[in-house]
């Protein structure tokens, strides 16, 4: 850029290093790459930032109880720099982004305020659905008089200051703007993409190269993620090939009764399913470039960054019908999907892989390709910008 550099500022609050490979992370940091003068502000915690600040800059507010309850620090930060930003970007639709972006657009008529939601429609209702979509307060008489108030304030005072919104998958998007009019002409897709693209990371390998493993990850035992429905289903698998199953994440408490009785009901299984637990990264992608599936057995699922981080790896996708990656696997062949709580279904999906080798190779490649053309952060952010550039341009000529 010539001249004065673009100012891009992300406020994420609870921000912590590892948000680095996610996209509270990735977001300012590849507008940084593009050239922008970004600011990531947070609130101080106890840990540092030290793979973040390797690029780009931090605003640590001092993490004090007025900070946390009224956001005092933000506000105060705002006060003095929003005339300063030129990008202002935040997270999820909830009352504190809001209130940020308000403030921005108060002190900066000219600035531009871009709020990623990390929603979809296959996690069920939110609460901003509630608190925010109509133009009358809702009619529910259990929610909180401090709740009503600050939903009222938010319709008639904040949304309309958002200039763009985003969703991670484009069903959401459709579905979205047309039940919501505040979301009318300001909402676009902007998947989650993968951050194996960077310096250090695993290559990627050939198929031929891998190993005869399914493997999974996430918080192993939680409701949403269907664990038990995954090793109900790799019995069947078990039974009838050579494949080994890789779960790789935190154990819920609750689960591991479950485990134990797993293991004791089917004792020839301990040798051919791996419980890795939390891995660091380098393990966690050493996994994904070993394996051949991966599968996620979710009863609903938002664009997981495990989903294109697997994909580059070239891994054949099986996962269910309720998830963000759903729009890719219909209109692109990124994997196979199948409905929820179905073991068998499940198993006849990781089978018909397992057993069609010009399938496997088929949907591996596509994986890749998709990894490394929509999900990935350059491409993802490049769109964005253009986006963005447009909208001002067509604001600043119709001002």
């Not at 909180?144 to 904040?158: E, P, Q, V």
């Not at 891995?279 to 992608?285: A, K, N």
């Not at 341009?393 to 119709?398: D, G, I, N, Q």
């Amino acid at each position: 850029m010539e001249g004065k550099a673009t100012t891009f500022c992300t406020i994420f609050p609870s921000y912590r290093d590892y948000h680095f490979f996610k996209d509270p992370g990735q977001v300012p940091y590849r507008f940084a790459r593009l050239g922008y003068d970004t600011t990531l502000v947070c609130y101080r915690n106890k840990s540092s930032f030290p793979e973040t600040e390797k690029h780009m800059k931090v605003r640590i507010l001092p993490d004090r109880w007025m900070s946390r309850k009224f956001n005092s620090a933000i506000i105060i930060y705002l006060f003095f720099n929003s005339r300063r930003i030129d990008i202002l970007n935040t997270f999820h639709l909830n009352w504190s982004s809001l209130l940020f972006v308000g403030l921005y657009k108060l002190f900066n008529r000219k600035g531009f305020a871009y709020v990623k939601l990390d929603n979809c429609i296959f996690s069920g209702k939110y609460p901003w659905e509630e608190d925010y979509a109509s133009e009358k307060p809702a009619q529910t008489g259990h929610r909180k008089l401090k709740r009503r108030l600050k939903g009222s304030i938010a319709r008639h005072f904040f949304l309309n200051k958002v200039d763009l919104w985003s969703v991670e998958d484009e069903y959401s998007r459709e579905q979205y703007e047309q039940k919501y009019a505040f979301f009318k002409g300001k909402l676009i897709t902007v998947y989650n993409g993968h951050t194996s693209d960077l310096p250090g990371s695993a290559p990627p390998c050939g198929l031929n190269e891998k190993e005869d493993i399914i493997m999974t990850a996430g918080r192993l035992g939680a409701y949403q993620k269907a664990t038990e429905v995954l090793l109900e289903a790799f019995r069947t698998v078990a039974s009838q090939s050579s494949y080994d199953l890789h779960l790789a994440g935190s154990v819920e408490t609750g689960f591991l009764g479950y485990i134990e009785d797993f293991f004791r009901s089917n004792p020839g299984l301990k040798q051919r399913v791996f419980f890795h637990g939390p891995l660091g990264r380098d393990e966690l992608y050493g996994l994904y470039r070993k394996s051949k599936i991966f599968c996620i057995s979710s009863r609903y699922e938002g664009m997981a960054i495990v989903f294109p981080e697997a994909m580059y790896y070239s891994n054949a996708i099986v996962t269910t019908w309720p998830v963000s990656l759903k729009y890719l696997i219909d209109k692109h062949e990124a994997g196979l999907a199948v409905e929820t709580d179905n073991p068998n279904a499940l198993a006849e999906a990781l089978l018909r892989l397992i057993n069609d080798g010009n399938l496997m190779a088929g949907l591996a490649q596509n994986a890749r390709s998709i990894a490394e053309t929509q999900l990935n952060w350059n491409n993802i952010i490049s769109q964005l910008e253009e986006e963005i550039k447009n909208r001002m341009h067509r604001e600043k000529h119709t001002a």
